[in-house]
């Protein structure tokens, strides 16, 4: 039976997206149910967590009321459940994907296990396919995404802790050779030119903007993604970048540039007022310049490890490669393979394309009709594909992980060369 609404007008009856029964609505976030939605948060995720939802409707680049999903028990109109679809932009080796992210997914403790957040991921499949987002990530609680079609495919660090006690001490006769300023809206531009720079090493990163600036700069700090992006400069030169934020009550340094090694220790200093300043341990995660890593595994006297991984969902693997394609080319130029006329049988079992490459261009993907599954050339269950093609493992790790994973001798190069193992970081995490 639809909910009827009582005498409710169009515009309200027009949020309801489906009656759950036993009193249970799946709906759009309205106005009214903002105060509500903030203690839903609080109550589900933790206190500091419910301060991101005003920052969210406010200021998130591209997200609206209808991006944000509810169901509401109609004996009071409070929320029992909730989850909500941000739009980011991914780029790969240039190429740029438009991502949608799951977040701050959630149900009342009394509301639990009776498949709401189900109900929720399907409405917010529907508008995914709506946006024609290309992945969808999350960085979700462990296997629980796999059951709406998620794979770990994306690394994930905790960081690497760093004793304050082993920070090198400023001698008496020295003087720090930078300084470090905050950045302001104004200084934004300066700081996102030195990160897109400076995100060259990666394959795969996450695309900031101006119009993200008011997002993470305007909340408390301790709110999950309020951030604080500093610039180091050395004589008016920019010469580092980093920003800092608060995770789970460790302060935490990301995306840590600096042209040099020897300013390591001043930004460590640096840091290190920021701990006694906000009474928390700090960590750093693997910085901009892999080459400044060995140094700061030293000074903490500590090995970085990758401890997670970010779920993704590629709702079409099709439309995926088409939007890959000149990441694909690219690679096929770059190997033994250059100029090639030849096609790959690829398939994870349950579908399967014909990618058709001529002189080394990808002209052509078709879906294959089932009864020819057999006949692939590669073969990958269904979600152990999305590390193949997101670059997480290569085929031949894949290989000696699962048995079902398998690919003919003959293609085995090409495949190793069309889906390397990528680097990729896809902070910040909303
Ligand atoms: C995890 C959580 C969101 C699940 O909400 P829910 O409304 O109970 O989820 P659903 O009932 O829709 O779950 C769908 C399926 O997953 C199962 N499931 C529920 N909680 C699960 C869990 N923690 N791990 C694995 N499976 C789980 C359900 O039994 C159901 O299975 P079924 O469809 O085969 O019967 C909820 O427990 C919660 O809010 N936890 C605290 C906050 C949190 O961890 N959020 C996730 C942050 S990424």
């Not at 509810?70 to 991502?99: H, Q, S, W």
């Not at 140094?295 to 969902?313: F, Q, S, V």
């Not at 073969?379 to 493992?393: F, S, T």
């Amino acid at each position: 039976m639809l909910y009827q609404g009582g005498n409710l007008p169009y515009r309200i009856m027009s949020s309801i997206l489906r009656d759950l029964g036993n009193r249970l609505v799946l709906r759009y976030l309205r106005k009214t149910d903002i105060n509500s939605l903030k203690e839903h948060v609080k109550l589900v995720h933790g206190e500091w967590v419910g301060g991101i939802i005003q920052r969210m409707l406010d200021h998130y680049p591209k997200f609206s009321m209808k991006d944000n999903f509810v169901v509401v028990d109609t004996k009071d109109e409070k929320i029992v459940a909730y989850l909500c679809l941000m739009r980011r932009t991914f780029v790969l080796n240039g190429v740029k994907i438009p991502v949608g992210q799951m977040d701050i997914v959630g149900t009342h403790p009394d509301y639990r296990n009776r498949g709401l957040i189900r109900q929720l991921n399907e409405v917010l499949e529907e508008k995914v396919a709506k946006y024609k987002l290309q992945l969808l990530s999350i960085a979700g609680i462990p296997y629980y995404y796999r059951q709406f079609g998620y794979e770990f495919a994306v690394p994930m660090t905790q960081g690497l802790p760093i004793p304050t006690e082993r920070i090198p001490e400023l001698k008496e006769d020295e003087e720090e050779p930078v300084t470090f300023e905050q950045v302001t809206k104004h200084t934004f531009p300066d700081y996102l030119a030195c990160r897109a720079k400076n995100n060259s090493f990666l394959d795969l990163y996450y695309e900031l903007g101006s119009e993200h600036f008011l997002f993470y700069s305007t909340g408390e700090f301790r709110e999950p993604e309020s951030l604080r992006f500093y610039i180091v400069k050395q004589k008016d030169q920019v010469v580092g970048a980093f920003y800092l934020g608060i995770d789970f009550g460790t302060l935490v340094v990301k995306e840590l540039w600096l042209q040099d090694i020897q300013m390591i220790p001043p930004v460590l200093r640096f840091l290190k007022t920021k701990v006694q300043e906000h009474k928390c341990p700090l960590k750093i995660c693997p910085p901009s310049k892999p080459s400044l890593m060995p140094r700061l595994e030293g000074l903490a006297g500590a090995k970085l490890r990758d401890t997670y991984a970010w779920y993704i969902r590629i709702p079409s693997i099709r439309k995926f490669l088409e939007t890959i394609t000149p990441v694909l080319e690219k690679r096929l130029s770059n190997s033994e393979f250059q100029g090639m006329t030849d096609t790959l049988k690829l398939s994870c079992y349950r579908e399967g394309f014909e990618l058709v490459f001529r002189e080394g261009r990808l002209t052509d993907i078709t879906k294959l009709a089932i009864h020819k599954l057999q006949q692939m050339e590669v073969r990958l269950p269904p979600l152990v594909i999305n590390q193949l093609l997101m670059g997480y493992r290569t085929i031949t790790e894949l290989q000696e992980i699962y048995s079902d994973v398998l690919c003919y001798s003959t293609k085995q190069a090409l495949v190793e060369v069309l889906f390397p193992k990528i680097r990729a970081s896809i902070t910040p995490s909303f």
